[in-house]
């Protein structure tokens, strides 16, 4: 009896253990937060992508896809994003602003992904060599970070990154 006892309250710490230990994925409504980031921050000359859109041209499509976060040759696999929600502002040639957010469906490709993203600021920086009228200076403060474990991997390329990143964080968890 005392040994069964023991054995029903063992098991019993280990469940709880386990189901503690494990930390539940907040769901956050990534189009209100990017709307809260933009008008709070005043980014109102550029264009807002989201997955939840069904409207042509309100979400990314293949050949945005490709044309943004990659190349004719190799390009982000979008099958392991589940959603997302973009704010670009390319209304001024000389300043690039994006602030993304994106739900990793698989969260062993957050990594990877995150590689795409440090690549298009990167090739951003390139450019900005070439033609010196573009503020390289605040692509290179760019965040590109996961966050939940890789669950979400954002990016912020503006004037405000760091309170925009901090603000996406808390919204995060």
């Not at 190799?74 to 959603?83: I, L, M, T």
């Not at 990793?104 to 440090?118: E, G, I, R």
Request: with cysteine; proline share 1%.
């Amino acid at each position: 009896m005392k040994r069964t006892l023991v054995c029903l309250l063992l098991l019993t710490l280990c469940v709880s253990l386990f189901a503690c230990g494990k930390k539940e994925v907040k769901d956050v409504d990534m189009d209100a937060l990017i709307a809260s980031i933009t008008q709070k921050y005043n980014m109102t000359d550029g264009f807002v992508y989201t997955s939840s859109s069904t409207e042509l041209g309100e979400y990314l499509d293949e050949d945005m896809i490709i044309s943004c976060y990659g190349d004719a040759g190799d390009a982000p696999d979008f099958n392991k994003v589940d959603s997302y929600c973009v704010y670009m502002d390319d209304s001024d040639p000389t300043v690039i602003i994006d602030t993304g957010i994106f739900k990793m469906a698989d969260t062993s490709y957050a990594d990877t992904f995150m590689k795409y993203l440090q690549a298009r600021i990167d090739f951003k920086i390139k450019d900005g060599e070439i033609y010196t009228d573009i503020d390289v200076a605040m692509l290179k403060t760019a965040v590109v970070a996961k966050a939940a474990g890789g669950a979400y991997v954002y990016y912020v390329v503006s004037y405000d990154v760091k309170d925009i990143a901090a603000e996406i964080e808390a919204a995060i968890g």
